[in-house]
């Protein structure tokens, strides 16, 4: 990591000798930049931050679905339904109505994936963060900022 800082700071060295050598004119500090269509706000130079962070977010729903998924799950279901007409043989109307309401209980008895499935989950928890930590030394040492 310290042998990667020197090569930046002898390219950035460089750079300004290359700058003052061309141009005449030598550079301290940084100059703010005037951005008129708004093409590259912060935001914009931290979109693989926000990815990273997004898949950090997305593993960790993942998590806690997959643990979810050991829990009884209580629903209801139900449907109605009807008949109204004429008979086509005896000519007299019909009129039928059929409803149903179930309160249902279900238990994950007998799926024997859920240690698996949650190590994985697990796993690819641990990737997204390493990834978001990566990018956001990445992003710090690019352009000297945490991608906040």
Not at 11 to 32: F, G, Q
Not at 50 to 60: D, G, I, K, V
């Amino acid at each position: 990591m310290d042998q990667q800082r020197n090569e930046l700071a002898v390219k950035r060295l460089d750079t300004l000798r290359e700058i003052h050598a061309l141009t005449s004119m030598a550079l301290s500090a940084r100059v703010p930049v005037h951005d008129p269509g708004g093409k590259y706000r912060a935001g914009r130079l931290t979109c693989r931050w926000t990815l990273a962070r997004y898949n950090a977010e997305a593993a960790q729903k993942e998590v806690t679905r997959r643990r979810a998924a050991r829990f009884p799950v209580l629903s209801i279901n139900g449907f109605l339904s009807g008949n109204d007409g004429e008979a086509y043989n005896t000519d007299r109307h019909i009129f039928r109505s059929y409803h149903e309401v179930a309160l249902v209980v279900k238990f994950p008895l007998l799926t024997g994936r859920w240690p698996t499935d949650e190590a994985i989950a697990n796993v690819q928890l641990e990737r997204a963060k390493k990834q978001l930590a990566q990018t956001q030394r990445d992003m710090a040492a690019l352009w000297g900022c945490a991608g906040s």
